[in-house]
């Protein structure tokens, strides 16, 4: 069989198995039918089964357990975006300045969410984590507390599938934000003011104001980046 043959058959057999799942056959959590019985079902060959299995479970959609089995995953967005977090990872460093666009529309609307779903337990985590910045921070502690105070407000959205882009988008960013933190004097004040800003606005049920802070934190590290970029 040719190469392209064989792969129109493993995409096929993906398509069937997926079939099972949309149509709430397979469920989170199902054990798939032996493979036999199941390549039989399906009208595939044994072989092509097994492709399709192994290319569904390097997505996280199906879990291959030895000795017992292959079981459907919990099937929840972060769990499927984690190999989007992979591919992301490999960007070349002109491409970041397009997840900085992505987290520009997305971060400033979970931030308006968060305004409205957080409750005033979540708001006072939220003021842990901003002060728990060292006065004077490393740039990797300041990229962690950074990732930590975004992926919070993210979570009080209320939204499980727009926090799971945004945590995505996380890490190819974090490179340039600790590239920012070396070079750009005044970017650790800058961030603090800035954060201090967003959750004040949060705490006050301040929707707009929290979403125009949240687009100016982002806009103005993807600025500097695009100026950087530009002078190499």
Known sequence: MSREKSVAVTDAAIDKIKQMIV????????????????????GLSRNSLREAVRALSLINVLDVRQGDGTYVTSL???????????????????????????????????????????TETDIEE???????????????????????????????????????????????????????????????????EQHTAIYEAIAARQADVARSWATVHVAGVESWLRRALELD
Do not use: Y
């Not at 300045?97 to 979970?110: D, N, S, T």
């Not at 502690?141 to 975004?150: C, M, T, W």
């Open 23 to 42: 149509s709430g056959e397979l469920a989170p959590g199902d054990r798939l039918p032996k493979e036999a019985d199941l390549a039989e079902r399906l």
């Open 76 to 118: 929840e967005p972060r769990l499927l975006l984690d190999t989007m977090s992979f591919v992301l990872d490999l960007h070349r460093d002109d491409t970041v300045l397009q997840f900085f666009e992505v987290r520009r529309i997305l971060e400033p609307a979970a931030t308006a969410m968060a305004t409205e779903q957080m």
């Open 126 to 192: 939220l003021r842990v984590i901003l002060e728990s910045l060292p006065d004077r921070p490393t740039i990797e502690e300041l990229v962690a507390n950074d990732l930590q105070f975004h992926l919070r407000i993210a979570q009080g959205s209320g939204n499980s599938v727009l926090c799971s882009f945004i945590e995505s988008l996380s890490g190819p960013t974090t490179r340039a934000r600790i590239w920012r933190g070396l070079t750009q004097g005044g970017a650790m004040e800058k961030t603090r």
